[in-house]
């Protein structure tokens, strides 16, 4: 058990080192291939005013002329040990995490994303209880009830839930549910520490309809998913041996059920943690997501860059604790792995 | 040995008792009548063999008799009354009771029958407290422990812990076997037990349900669609037939004197180890000759492909086929901290196959035999030796290479359910093979087919139909038509009949021996049950853990085994005669305690 957990920490440790590289490439080299030149590249990370003497001094602020390995070299220095900027006579310091700097804002990257993460994990892990717990529970009934009114009804709900986008329900629900009948208070964050009740009652809304998308398609998963197992041989067993119908289906048949519904819950929930984009700018909730969006506006490259490689870093992290948790929900695995 | 199980005595009230059960399942079609008034009863302590083959409706009675039809579609009228209770009217509450504690029921797949999420003991403790909810785990621990060494599951202390997948499928059954003893139940109700499991293994399971049964005392009901398998222990035998009993009685008069001409057709079908290859022949050639009609003297209706006789064939020149030396080596993977050690799934093997032969080859699950086959086949590279083909050496040849020989060598393979595919007409499946090799006439191609489907017992105009509208016998006979197409020098069978009822194999081994002599086949048989092996093959090699341990013409095989693994496979080898079971089950019994005293003596050796 101890190499298996080893060895995916180390698998995920080989793919942050991946997934900064092919970054790096993304932003860096790949701008050069398409025939950008270095004064072109040097443009996008000046700010407003586009003078020579600025571009030029972006050029050597970011050693853009240099080879590509000094540059990459650079840019993972920054991330352990912090960078410094000459900017005209001032040094400008981006210190440890230094995930870029941006020189439009004059802020560094890293404690912007930290600022906001309060609001993305916020939303993100409050939809993802909801969405999990709901849509298991309504694909679990709907499994055990096949072809009743409640199967039927909720299964049509849910075709409409996972085809309906969140900027299309999202302003609904804030066009009536808050402004026109006003059942909700209206959405913001309120940090936990200051008001609990008003932290709840500002993220409601977006909980919801975050959740409400993703529990439509949980809840079609785990129904398939629990009618396969309910068909299995060692369901006949378990029957067989005089288990009560519960026992049944909540020992026997729920766990094969949820091992690949934990699978894509870490994938949804690293994607959600990384900028729950349309929820967030729907909402103007000011979280990762929307301050990717803000940046993508203003072409502002080192944000961008910093919040893909923090997104990445959920993704990531949230996979690692899957496959850790797979080993322990399903026995198989540690043999293999 | 009881046999005063018969139901004739009315002394003491059957433990089981059916009354003119009908199971019906609603369909789109109309109303499908599974079983239909299936009357029969069962002695404390007696034993019934229910035969039949798939579709028959056995297994949908056993399931009527643990109540687990309740919340399908199924209907079930009639009386079944187990352990005094009326399964049909009983509360739900009632039935669960029931379950396990009066009536156990061990199923046919040992593979997918544990719950592979939870250790066994976690299964077993499980099913002891719904019973005896006052017990404590330690309790309920212990009495699982006590269950899975009375099954011969060894170190059970340790192995309760284990999960399923850490179990062979011999072991696997015996768990499943001590979770329905875990509760001494009255009745035990087996289920096709042993179809899914090695002869041997299939032999030890049925020692032990035999042993379980006489110690505990349990009434015992063997579902089987093999006559031979419930010979040796059942007292009773009940014969259905599209859901209907067509013959019942002792176990000894329907074996011998069996009345009805479906239970005739069933002893017939089911391969016999003692009929020599020779015999068998002749008896399909007679039949088919009178089949045919007509020319009974002259029984090779094509004439031009006179299949010499064993004898006849020795003096051939070149073999078709020369084995040296192969080995197959896999890499295995060790446990924690472990290194890749190697494992040879084939260690050694040479033979020669000549033109027109056939050469048997029985073994295992594990012994090598698939491996070998698809050494031969160059779907696999042998580690080490040299394969020959028609004098050329294959054994390293690319697969660029290897197509004109994939015309010559075929292979039918064992699962005829998916080994088809689906979304292809059995025309185009069949006819594929030709296209492939360059075939553009379309109608040329379907003549072919069409041709050779009506060799193969089906119709022509079967040609447009998909798999899912044919039964696995006639599946297996569109996958023999598929490796016939091409007019193969070398055709390669893996287990081609071990998926199928007895009566169905029988016809799909008459198919096989009549394409034999109609195409001159040179066949290569790999099965593990060796009766069936006898009655196709020449010559028989015997593999076990890699190696051919015995190799020599079929019945010499058969009838003076050297190896002492082939007569630990013949004592396995079920048989229809209860006495001749019996005495095979002692001589197994005596085998076994052998082997313990030797294995203790070489503990306190060493």
Redesign the interface.
Known sequence: MLTYILRRLGAGVLLLAIVTMVTFVIFYVVPRLAGQTTEQLATMYVGKAPTPEAIQATIDRLNLDQPIALQFWEFIKGIFVGAEYQFGRDIVQCSAPCFGYSFQTYQEVFPEIINRLPVTLTLGLGAGVIWLVGGVTVGIISAIKKGSIFDRLSMGVALAGVSMPVFFTGLLALAFLVHAWGIFPSPGYTPITENPLAWATGMILPWLTLAFLQAAQYARQTRAGMLETMGEDYIRTARAKGLKERTVVFKHGLRPTLTPIVTIFGLDIGLVLGGAVLTEQVYSLNGIGRYAVQAIVQSDLPVILGVTLFGAFFVVICNLIVDLLYAWVDPRVRVSG | MTPTGHSAEPTTEPVVRVRDLKITFPTMDGDVHAVDGLSFEVAPGGALGIVGESGSGKSATSLAL?G?HRGTKARITGEISVAGTDIVSASDARI??????DI??V?Q?PM??????Y?IGNQLI??YR??RPSASTAEARARAVEALERVGIPDPAKRINS?P??FSGGMRQRV?IA?GLVCEPKVLLADEPTTALDVTVQAQILDLLEDLRQDLGMALILVSHDLAVVAGSVDEVLVMKKGKAVERGDVRTVLSEPEHPYTQALLAAVPRVEVSRAQRRAEIRADRAAREGGSAAAPQPTGASVRPEKQESTTPGEPLLKVENVRQRFKVRGG??GKASDFYAVDDVSFELYRGETLGIVGESGSGKSTLSRMIMRLLQPTEGRILFEGRDITKLPERQLRPLRRDIQMIFQNPYSSLNPRLTIGDSIGTALKVQGEKDGKLIKKKVQELLERVGLEPSHYNRFPHAFSGGQRQRIAIARALILQPKLVICDEPVSALDVSTQDQVLRLLSELQDDFNLTLIFVAHDLAVVRQVSDRVAVMRKGRVVEMSDGDSVYEDPQHEYTRQLLAAAPVLDPDEAKAHRAERARLRAEAKKAAASEGTAA
């Open positions: 643990m687990l669960r009771e029931l379950r396990g504690n156990a029921m199923f797949d997918s029958s544990l719950h592979p999420q250790t499980e099913a719904t019973h999960y997948h850490e499943l979770m924690m901290f």
